[in-house]
């Protein structure tokens, strides 16, 4: 965070937006807040109440064999297993950031997701206010910020706080509700929250390039339009 603090400013806060590395220093914060690592104050306040036994920054060595393997799909379809970022996941890392670098299942993201698309609350156990999710389930951009987003797939998404958000189904080619907010991993994680139906998916994959622009819309579209 003192590092960050040196650079310079790449625009006038406001007048753009950038992917950036916000949510590390928002992860530094909460440290100084509560006194705990990023992930003890997690494990304290998320994933033990909500049962996730399989989430961490480092992998136990246990259950290190059940790490999945990234996969290079080269362009004839063949995929090649690459170990590139496995060190990562190693007992001895020890970076926590506030952005990235989870290590989780299929089914601990979902009971996290589905938390969220019940307002905060699951079976008791209550993580955060529903006037939380609805504030961060709104675009935050003004119109000149939106072209910044960028990415086509995500045409009708605005930016929420730390998520994309449906803002215009016609634009985007989407049956989902305005409001279905979510985001994407490197590898193809993607997971979408809806909580006006009280809704969520997560779909899970290790390959680079990923083809979310392929993939994702497809998946969100399927599946709301299985819904009567």
């Not at 299942?105 to 955060?128: S, V």
Request: hydrophobic letters at 35%; aromatic letters at 10%.
């Amino acid at each position: 965070m003192k590092q960050l603090a040196k650079l310079p400013l790449e625009f006038e806060p406001g007048s753009h937006w950038k992917y950036g590395l916000s949510h590390d220093v928002l992860g530094a914060l909460i440290e100084v807040i509560s006194g705990k690592s990023f992930g003890e104050y997690l494990y304290t306040n998320i994933f033990e109440p909500l049962g996730m036994k399989d989430t961490f920054f480092q992998i136990p060595k246990e259950k290190k064999h059940r790490l999945a393997t990234l996969y290079d799909r080269l362009e004839d379809g063949t995929l090649v297993p690459n170990n590139a970022l496995d060190r990562d996941s190693e007992p001895i890392a020890v970076f926590e950031s506030g952005g990235a670098g989870l290590h989780s299942t299929l089914n601990d993201y979902q009971r996290f997701a589905h938390c969220l698309a019940t307002g905060g609350t699951a079976n008791g156990i209550h993580i955060l206010s529903q006037n939380t999710i609805q504030l961060l389930a709104q675009n935050h951009l003004l119109d000149s910020q939106l072209p910044d987003l960028g990415w086509n797939y995500e045409n009708g998404y605005g930016y929420g706080l730390g998520v994309r958000v449906m803002m215009d189904q016609v634009i985007g080619g989407s049956n989902s509700s305005l409001g279905e907010f979510g985001w994407s991993g490197l590898a193809g994680t993607y997971v979408f929250i809806d909580p006006k139906k009280k809704l969520s998916a997560v779909y899970m994959q290790q390959m680079l390039p990923n083809l979310e622009f392929y993939h994702q819309p497809r998946i969100r579209n399927v599946i709301y339009g299985a819904i009567h």
